[in-house]
């Protein structure tokens, strides 16, 4: 729990406890989330909660963000609740500054696009970061051919794909870059990765 603050604007204070709630939300994800009143962040396009994105450690900005709502108002007529972030590329490039050899990810996640199963692999991929394997997620937009085509481009050693089946079965069937299936289940899925030493690994 938060300690309460009351201002006394009950407009703020409402925007506050959003702040608060929408941390907590990404909390449950996996992100790191902080919230500092005094850091004051404005725009005159947002009319809501505003963030900073900054790495743990660093006063230079990753990239920011906010709520957008009232904006969006004005070109669909309706009330409409938008969140978006900016964040430099060449500012994330100069974090990540990956080796010249390694591999995007340890794992492709490949997501059949239907509500159900874009949950789950959120699941799936937040736990497989949580436990330092890199993650290559992405909705299934063209054939399934073309998507392991692009994978085995990028020397992904394994995939993975999230569908209807793996909404009613205990385990997902991991293809490595043998072509070879391997069931596994889905609770087990980042212990079995460590087992092999993808994670971080070229």
Sequence with gaps: MHDQVITGDDV?????????????????????T???LADLHASEFHDG??????????ERLLGDGGSYGAFADGFLGVPTAVYSAVVGLERLADLSKPAASATPADIAVL????????????????????????VWDTLLSSPLRLHL??????????SVIIGTRELEASHVVVRGRDGIHIPVQQAELAAWLLSRGTAGSP
Excluded: M, W
């Design 111 to 134: 997501i059949e696009p239907q509500d159900a199963t874009i949950l789950l692999a959120e699941d799936i991929c937040t736990e497989l970061r949580k436990r330092g394997i890199r």
């Design 49 to 58: 909660p505003a963030f900073l994105v900054r790495p743990d450690g660093q």
């Design 149 to 158: 085509r692009k994978v085995a481009r990028l020397h992904i050693p394994y």
């Design 34 to 36: 902080t919230i500092d």
């Design 12 to 32: 703020l204070d409402e925007r506050i406890e959003t702040c608060h709630a929408i941390s907590t939300h990404l909390r449950r994800r996996g992100v790191n």
